[in-house]
């Protein structure tokens, strides 16, 4: 029989554990031991959990406290030199994700963070010198594997490929890293030779970046790469997700490796080719239960899909998740509060390994009643909601059909808006603001747990609320901040809580996927057609503007952002679905408006997260992308300043797209890249106002005044003084109020002090 298994399973736990234990760590509330137990049983659990649901092999190197591609430059002795020690330890990962607080005078910064390829998953990026050594100097996947030996588990080791790590890795000086590769990848050759020691049969050697445009530099540094990994003991089965092998199907399956595994989620046309191409006697695995997504896999498809796979190569044909289950929830049996229809069209992680083990025994022939029931199941719930009557609004669709070129234009082109702005709401020079959120305490999470609970009425809550609010505006006042936000504490994130708003939007209880290190996220599920029965911030805005004189921002999440940051539709296209939330955030900017707010942000951080691997399908996602943007923000007043703001993200490839936004003032994170960002920017003559985050909001240092000037005086070499505004990276939802209060007043006074400096 075939085998089946996945490329990775969620390590978060369904009930959060790991986050939980991690940040208790943070705090001196336990040992590392015990964090360390508690990885432990997770990983035991989630092992057990694959066996039992039928797969073959468990997947073992899938874990990481906090990042893969940050454990695998520790396993490579890849560690910045500010980060250095004598022994590599699990502080060692933690101080290079976080930054580490200053010791002898030295505060070392966290390493840059950015998206793994089109996911809202974030990695650290690999830092690599002209001089880089490599040698293997970490041992936690061998640890692992040894690990789940003892339990006596059948193990498939997973590993990212040298190619694309090089590929996903910074340089801190200009020269070709691929110059680094040789070295590499001897040192990978000492990896798997490790692993081959411990008796593990397959690797699964994951060249992500295969999916991508490769220039012939980096598909030969494939073929050399693997020529010399294909010498060790080790049966390789060489990974790609996220789209198709396009015009590297040929190199990829001229690799001399022993298998092949491809998406067939994302791309299912590649199949016919990869049987074409595939060599004698390789396994072919067939990602074809969708690990980015929850709706439930349509059995009776996937199967007629595979029959000629499987007539042609019988065994050799597995059966897979198309990428890591790590992008989806844990467990569906834990939701509790999602109605019976909506919650049969679904399956989490947990319920996928079932539907892999079930259309590989399909396949293969066995008939039994269980999987007949099953696959009867599966035909019957994908009908019901095909042809649900709570999916589909006409007057939404009526309304997309109607948007015209103008709902996407401003009034006035930008310079005409900026003097209108200026007289409108008389800034400094280096205006001050923050990205939007402010800590949310205990008490701020309690209130809003009650509320849900029905444990306080509404009126309680909007009045514990507004005390919130309250004391948010008057921290902002007596810091000297400019322009002031609400705090958000009614927000319990950013995207679910306009979806929770929403028609058309559903919402799990316990959704949990990782975005970053211990930040997880519970996507909404947008099932059906969206609309805005009611405004969603106006009173919270309102009731903030009048505590004060000073500037209210009203905050809102883009409809790209609200769109990537959710599951999203299958059956309608991702641009149909961006433009019914654009009306929607466009209603929203228009009573704000009309409310008195004068500064409205409308958040994009998934802007570049959002665009396809490929160049030649980029352009498209950008022109409706930016189109969507531009309709939620162009029914204002030319002196109503629209922000917008982006993190964590490579700009240089999308500027025009960025300056197509057109929003008045962008604030985008720069702080751990020391302002180099902004050379992007300068190089494209960007026209619009611009606020680079000064310090990074995901570490708890708290930056000097001295620290933020010298970020400022950076970013004015590439930015006109007169354009620049001075803000975080980023919101502070999750720091605390003291190390917030101290940062921002540091960057209150550094902004004071360059406004004297550029002033005289």
Request: proline content about 4%.
């Amino acid at each position: 029989m075939a085998k089946s298994h996945i490329l990775g399973f969620p390590r978060i736990g369904a009930d959060r554990e790991l986050k939980k234990a991690i940040e208790s760590y943070w705090k001196n509330d336990i040992t590392k031991v015990e964090l360390e137990a508690v990885g432990k049983q997770l990983r035991a659990k989630h092992w057990q959990q694959q066996i039992d649901a039928g797969l073959d092999f468990i997947t073992v190197g899938d874990f990481a406290w906090y990042d893969q591609v940050l454990a695998l430059s520790a396993t490579l002795g890849v560690i910045p030199e500010r980060h250095q020690e004598e022994t590599i330890t699990l502080d060692t990962l933690f101080n290079m994700a976080r930054g580490s607080s200053p010791c002898c005078g030295q505060q070392a910064a966290a390493c840059e963070m950015t998206k793994w390829f089109d996911t809202n998953y974030h990695y650290l990026v690999p830092e690599l010198n002209e001089d880089q050594n490599f040698a293997l100097s970490y041992n936690q996947l061998i640890e692992e594997i040894q690990e789940a030996k003892a339990l006596g588990f059948p193990i498939k080791a997973n590993l990212l490929g040298p190619v694309s790590y090089l590929w996903l890795s910074k340089t801190n000086s200009d020269f070709d890293k691929l110059t680094l590769l040789p070295q590499l990848v001897e040192t990978y050759k000492q990896l798997l030779a490790n692993i081959a020691t411990e008796g593990v049969e397959w690797l699964q050697i994951e060249e992500p970046i295969l999916v991508q445009d490769l220039t012939s530099e980096w598909q030969q540094a494939l073929t050399s790469s693997y020529a010399e990994l294909a010498k060790g003991s080790n049966k390789l089965l060489l990974t790609s997700y996220f789209g198709a092998l396009g015009d590297n199907a040929e190199l990829a399956f001229s690799l001399p490796v022993d298998g092949f595994h491809i998406d067939l989620s994302r791309a299912p046309q590649q199949l016919e080719s990869a049987l074409a191409l595939l060599p004698d006697n390789a396994i072919l695995s067939a990602g074809i239960v969708n690990g980015r997504n929850i709706w439930r896999n349509d059995l009776a498809q996937s199967i007629s899909a595979l029959q000629q796979a499987k007539a042609q190569l019988g065994e050799r044909l597995w059966i897979a998740s198309s990428c890591s289950l790590q992008h989806s929830p844990v467990d569906l049996d834990n939701e509790t509060k999602l109605d019976t229809e909506l919650k049969s069209w679904l399956a989490y992680a947990t319920q996928k390994l079932t539907e892999i083990s079930t259309i590989n025994a399909l396949l293969s022939g066995d008939s039994s009643e269980k999987l007949i029931v099953q696959l009867t199941e599966s035909t019957a719930v994908v009908s019901s909601r095909a042809t649900s009557s709570r999916i589909h609004n006409t007057a939404v669709k009526a309304r997309v059909a109607a948007i015209t070129d103008q709902d996407a234009q401003r009034h006035s082109p930008f310079t005409q808006r900026i003097v209108s702005q200026q007289q409108e709401l008389n800034l400094p020079l280096f205006p001050t603001t923050t990205i939007g959120s402010f800590p949310q305490t205990s008490d701020i999470r309690q209130t809003r747990n009650q509320f849900k609970q029905n444990v306080i009425s509404q009126d309680q809550y909007i009045t514990k609320m507004q005390a919130e609010i309250k004391d948010v505006v008057k921290r902002q006042e007596a810091l000297g901040l400019d322009v002031l936000v609400h705090g958000e504490p009614e927000r319990n994130d950013m995207v679910e809580y306009f979806g929770e708003l929403l028609d058309g939007f559903a919402f799990s209880k316990n959704g949990w996927v990782q975005s970053y290190g211990t930040r997880c996220v519970k996507p909404p599920i947008i099932f059906g057609d969206i609309s805005r029965p009611a405004p969603m911030t106006v009173a919270w805005s309102q009731y903030a503007q009048a505590q004060t004189n000073k500037l209210m921002k009203g905050m809102l999440t883009g409809p790209v952002t609200i769109l990537c940051w959710s599951f999203t539709r299958d059956d309608i296209s991702r641009e149909e679905q961006t433009n019914q939330i654009a009306l929607a955030i466009r209603d929203e900017v228009v009573d704000l408006e009309k409310a008195g707010i004068k500064v409205i942000q409308i958040d994009e951080p998934a802007l570049r997260e959002g665009l396809p691997l490929r160049h030649s399908e980029q352009q498209a996602y950008l022109d409706w992308s930016t189109k969507a943007f531009r309709i939620s923000a162009s029914g204002v007043r030319d002196n109503t300043q629209i922000h917008t703001h982006m993190c964590y993200c490579e700009f240089n490839d999308i500027m025009p797209s960025i300056a197509a936004l057109d929003a008045d003032v962008i604030t985008i994170e720069t702080s751990r890249s020391n302002m180099e960002l902004l050379s992007a920017f300068t190089d494209f003559s960007y026209p619009n106002d611009i606020g680079p985050g000064v310090y990074d909001i995901h570490s708890p240092n708290v930056p000097s005044v001295e620290w933020m000037t010298q970020l400022i005086t950076n970013a004015s070499e590439y930015i006109d003084v007169a354009r620049l505004w001075v803000n975080p990276d980023c919101g502070l939802k999750t720091r605390g109020w003291k190390e917030t209060e101290e940062a921002l007043k540091n960057m209150v006074t550094a902004a004071h002090n360059l406004r004297d400096t550029f002033s005289n």
